[in-house]
């Protein structure tokens, strides 16, 4: 599948108003470029260098930009109109300029390009006690006898070393029980579902609404032996699809994984209810700091209880019952 960088001109002022309103619009994956960083980089390190590269020297004029990258076809073309419909939003609500222009400019990208960009830098890691994550193109020497878990994301959100999906893994080896059925909701690359049928889990329910990681959670999951006897999944968007949100509650769950984000989170609560079996756990992650005491106070209001609360680097997971 190939895709369409989608490439945002903004502010360094603006890049975390911009980045907080497409993630609300379920867009996870960002690269963002800001001349202000690379300048402060420079002053930092530049007095102990005898040499700096004439083309990374020009990144000091580069415009500030944020770039997404959608699936080339009607899904993405789709959600490519939604975030244009947005910016313009933006622009008339932006008096002030502090966003910048918001211009976009839009390029192909090949799925092969993509992948040769992240196989440079995606090495095998150790997660937690239990898991190594290893992608299908490296060699791992086991050493300390640990389930590998091996993960080839593409373009789907999902190689375990984000912070949210990192404490979703901890805390999922600590509770799936053999057998468990689980529930990952926004299941990106398939790794959490990967990771609870590895530790023993006995059957997964995928669902996002990116028809891509669809695809690609597939895969995986047969990358690391499970077919679909091990998996069902589910392509749309659960809060405003009343008979998708029915498929999904057709089974109750002893885990739920809900790596989103805050907003998404908080919509979902009566779904939530309606799967979760009494004594199961529900792992709510993707949340921002300042976005947690809401979040734990909308479940709670909802009629869960919150049950631990994990950080790391500023975000957030509640581990969550009935």
């Not at 059925?181 to 995928?206: F, H, K, P």
């Not at 769950?253 to 799967?275: E, S, T």
């Not at 479940?299 to 049950?307: N, P």
């Amino acid at each position: 599948m190939d895709f369409i960088e989608v490439s945002i001109q903004t502010t360094s002022e603006g890049v975390d108003t911009l980045v907080s309103v497409l993630e609300d619009m379920g867009i996870n994956g960002f690269t963002i470029e800001d001349s202000q960083d690379f300048n402060e980089f420079l002053e930092t390190v530049t007095p102990h260098w005898d040499y700096v590269d004439e083309d990374l020297m020009k990144l000091r004029d580069m415009p500030t930009t944020v770039k997404i990258y959608p699936a080339d076809n009607a899904q993405g073309r789709a959600l490519i109109r939604d975030v244009l419909e947005k910016l313009d939003e933006l622009r008339t609500q932006d008096v002030s300029k502090n966003l910048g222009e918001l211009t976009v400019d839009f390029q192909g990208v090949r799925d092969e390009d993509w992948a040769n960009a992240y196989k440079k830098y995606f090495k095998p890691f150790p997660v937690g006690e239990k898991l190594v994550i290893k992608p299908s193109w490296e060699e791992y020497e086991n050493r300390d006898n640990r389930t590998i878990l091996e993960i080839d994301p593409s373009s789907s959100f999902g190689t375990g070393s984000h912070e949210t999906t990192k404490l979703c893994l901890t805390c999922i080896e600590k509770i799936v029980r053999p057998g468990d059925c689980v529930l990952d909701m926004g299941c990106g690359s398939g790794i959490l579902s990967a990771a609870a049928l590895l530790l023993g889990a006995g059957r997964v329910t995928c669902v996002d609404i990116d028809e891509n990681c669809i695809t690609t959670t597939r895969e995986n999951l047969a990358r690391n032996g499970f077919d679909e006897t091990y998996c069902r999944t589910f392509c749309g968007n659960a809060i405003s699809d009343a008979a998708l949100a029915d498929q999904i509650a057709a089974e109750q769950y002893d885990l739920i994984a809900a790596n989103i984000v805050a907003d998404v989170i908080i919509a979902m609560r009566p779904l939530f209810h309606r799967c979760l079996k009494p004594g199961g756990t529900l792992l709510t992650s993707g949340i921002i700091g300042p976005r947690a005491e809401e979040v734990k106070e909308q479940l709670e209001a909802a009629g869960f209880q919150v049950r631990e609360r994990f950080e790391m680097n500023d975000w957030v997971l509640y581990r969550v019952t009935l």
